[in-house]
């Protein structure tokens, strides 16, 4: 790797685990919110669903901003945006003036899921504690 894919390797690193470590923490502050609406889109056992998308969020997002055990962590957030967007953003099941949002997330987390797999695929990086 030369130092530019190194440095875009950390920053898309960064710029990935962001959005997991930020949403992990939400959830935390508001469990019971989370829980409800985990449990409004017919999941069962809403407080443990919410308690393993904390550890995938924040968890697997710690590990993945550091870049230990980082293609790990990565696939498990892509099976979790894989999981979030046939659940949650069923855009399609929505009447068609309710649907951007939905379309838009759905979308959203396919993407973030393809970028998590790229990390899984070919590593962290040298800048990382793996130094993949």
Same mark, same amino acid.
């Given at each position: 790797?030369?130092?530019? *894919?190194?440095?875009?390797?950390?920053?898309?690193?960064?710029?990935?685990?962001?959005?997991?470590?930020?949403?992990? #923490? *939400?959830?935390?502050?508001?469990?019971?919110?989370?829980?409800?609406?985990?449990? +409004?889109?017919?999941?069962?056992?809403? $407080?443990?669903?919410?308690?393993?998308?904390?550890?995938? $969020?924040?968890?697997?997002?710690?590990?993945?901003?550091?870049?230990?055990?980082?293609?790990?962590?990565?696939?498990?957030?892509?099976?979790?945006?894989?999981?979030?967007? #046939?659940? #949650?953003?069923?855009?399609?099941?929505?009447?068609?003036?309710? *649907?951007?949002?939905?379309?838009?997330?759905?979308? !959203?987390?396919?993407?973030?899921?393809?970028?998590?797999?790229?990390?899984?695929?070919?590593?962290?990086?040298?800048? +990382?504690?793996? !130094?993949?």
């Amino acid at each position: 790797m030369t130092a530019n *894919q190194d440095w875009a390797a950390l920053i898309g690193r960064i710029l990935l685990a962001a959005i997991f470590i930020q949403t992990g #923490f *939400q959830k935390i502050t508001d469990f019971a919110g989370t829980v409800a609406f985990t449990a +409004s889109a017919g999941l069962p056992l809403p $407080e443990v669903a919410v308690a393993l998308a904390i550890a995938i $969020e924040l968890g697997g997002g710690l590990l993945l901003l550091v870049g230990y055990r980082a293609r790990l962590a990565a696939l498990a957030i892509a099976v979790f945006c894989l999981v979030a967007a #046939f659940v #949650f953003h069923r855009y399609w099941s929505l009447p068609a003036d309710k *649907q951007l949002l939905d379309y838009v997330f759905f979308w !959203k987390d396919l993407a973030i899921a393809g970028g998590m797999l790229v990390v899984f695929a070919f590593g962290p990086g040298r800048l +990382s504690l793996d !130094k993949a």
